[in-house]
Nanobody, 124 residues
Framework: VQLQASGGGLVQSGWSLRLSCQVS????????MGWYRQAPGKERELVATLTNVGEQNYAASVKDRFTITRDSDKNTMNLHMNFVKPEDTGVYYCNAVGSLHGKGWSPGRTFTSWGQGTLVTVSS
């Protein structure tokens, strides 16, 4: 299962940006997708996650500014970033957790996949 993140770039503080993540490959189902980011000199941290039953979870620093959405038919996930701040700068990675194909129609073993990351730079 491969993930391709896109949409990063240089934006000014207060602007909006949308990141996209395209999932490809063969799999039975995805149970959770999410966005993580890594700022320079810091560890990777959770930004937002979305489960297959619609449960959303956001980091306190982005809640009420960012929205995570998923289009299951197109196997894509988006992160809508509004009112961005310089502290939102970092490399954003998309992540998917799910199951590969098992026997017949049953799910098989689980997988966790990461995209390659897309850089977001917010200038003040």
């Amino acid at each position: 299962v491969q993930l391709q993140a896109s949409g990063g770039g240089l934006v000014q503080s207060g602007w909006s940006l949308r990141l996209s993540c395209q999932v490809s490959g063969s799999f039975h189902s995805i149970t959770k997708m999410g966005w993580y980011r890594q700022a320079p000199g810091k560890e990777r941290e959770l930004v937002a996650t979305l489960t297959n039953v619609g449960e959303q979870n956001y980091a306190a620093s982005v809640k009420d500014r960012f929205t995570i959405t998923r289009d299951s038919d197109k196997n894509t996930m988006n992160l809508h970033m509004n009112f961005v701040k310089p502290e939102d700068t970092g490399v954003y990675y998309c992540n998917a957790v799910g199951s590969l194909h098992g026997k017949g129609w049953s799910p098989g073993r689980t997988f966790t996949s990461w995209g390659q990351g897309t850089l977001v730079t917010v200038s003040s």
